[in-house]
T-cell receptor
Framework: AQSVTQLDSQVPVFEEAPVELRCNYSSSVSVYLFWYVQYPNQGLQLLLKYLSGSTLVKGINGFEAEFNKSQTSFHLRKPSVHISDTAEYFCAVSEALGGGADGLTFGKGTHLIIQP | KAGVTQTPRYLIKTRGQQVTLSCSPISGHRSVSWYQQTPGQGLQFLFEYFSETQRNKGNFPGRFSGRQFSNSRSEMNVSTLELGDSALYLC?????????????FGPGTRLLVL
């Protein structure tokens, strides 16, 4: 079974500053990695995903993430945040060959707070 | 193209009752997954349906069940409700359920058990 740790429950950042949201995972097999965003009273929206190939993945809204196999990390970054980025961010993992038996395993989430 | 819809959006029940939640996937999607989101446990996988068959199941008691209809719409049922079942229930749909596919989430049904 796999697990995900999001090291920060809350990250306050000033508007237009860069941000990094940290995610570490644990799995004994190859994985797919995802970042989702959840705005208040809404469902989850996929920001980006890593399946294979290039370790730097670019997503929507200017976000990117880098897969680091040796450190089992998949940190999310954005060079300049906006007020509209205030939301809950979830890192998720699935076993690449698991056939979906466990669905997606999510981290506990990081609340990104943008300060004007 | 319409997104994933869930009904109702909000629900209040009392302990011991049962509840049925509905999820309509994006047109053409045949896989529907359900997740429970609580402040304490976060997002947890309940089960996944594909072509009217439950294909995968998370670690939840038998009180949680579901089904999928021929039009891919899905329902989940929770019987003998407990206070701890209060949560946001999210469903997600995709074409085939393969995990490399993007899953599209609905807005959720917020269930409060009193």
């Amino acid at each position: 079974a796999q697990s995900v740790t999001q090291l920060d429950s809350q990250v306050p950042v000033f508007e237009e500053a860069p941000v990094e949201l940290r995610c570490n995972y644990s799995s004994s097999v190859s994985v797919y990695l995802f970042w989702y965003v959840q705005y208040p009273n809404q469902g989850l929206q996929l920001l980006l995903k890593y399946l294979s190939g290039s370790t730097l993945v670019k997503g929507i809204n200017g976000f990117e993430a880098e897969f680091n196999k040796s450190q089992t990390s998949f940190h999310l970054r954005k060079p300049s945040v906006h007020i509209s980025d205030t939301a809950e961010y979830f890192c998720a993992v699935s076993e690449a060959l698991g056939g979906g038996a466990d669905g997606l395993t999510f981290g506990k989430g990081t609340h990104l707070i943008i300060q004007p | 193209k319409a997104g994933v819809t869930q009904t109702p959006r909000y629900l209040i029940k009392t302990r011991g009752q049962q509840v049925t939640l509905s999820c309509s996937p994006i047109s053409g999607h045949r896989s529907v997954s359900w997740y429970q989101q609580t402040p304490g446990q976060g997002l947890q996988f309940l089960f996944e349906y594909f072509s009217e068959t439950q294909r995968n199941k998370g670690n939840f008691p038998g009180r949680f069940s579901g089904r999928q209809f021929s039009n891919s719409r899905s329902e989940m049922n929770v019987s003998t409700l407990e206070l701890g079942d209060s949560a946001l229930y999210l469903c997600a749909s995709s074409w085939t359920g393969e995990l490399q596919e993007t899953q599209y989430f609905g807005p959720g049904t917020r269930l409060l058990v009193l």
